[in-house]
Structure formats: C-alpha cells, structure tokens
C-alpha cells in the first residue's frame, strides 16, 4: 500500500482560508498551525490542516 501525504504551502492555505499569508506565518511562529520548514519554504499536511480548521469552527 503506496499512501503519499498532501503537503500545502503555506501561500496555498492563506488562498484557501482567503487570509493574508503574514496570517498564515504567525499560525506557525505562534505553534497553532505545524508546519515543516523546506529550505525557504513552510509545508503544512493535509491531516494537520484539517484538525487546525475542525478545531476552529463555531458550533
């Protein structure tokens, strides 16, 4: 069983979300939002996304 991780960048979730990526980046620095760190770049996987947006919702 071949199972690949989604990674997001972190321009891509401020697209998807519609925020400004500076947000995106302080969810980092601040610990709210994991993220892997790929030379000049910020990766967020997908399952790590979808708990960080399921956490936030209003019910």
Do not use: C, G, P
């Not at 690949?4 to 980092?28: G, P, V």
């Not at 620095?29 to 990766?43: D, G």
């Amino acid at each position: 069983m071949d199972k690949k991780e989604q990674f997001y960048t972190a321009e891509e979730l401020a697209e998807i979300l519609k925020l400004n990526i500076i947000t995106i980046y302080r969810y980092i620095r601040a610990k709210k939002l994991k993220a892997y760190k790929f030379s000049k770049e910020y990766r967020i996987d997908k399952k790590t996304f979808d708990n960080f947006v399921n956490k936030h919702l209003i019910k």
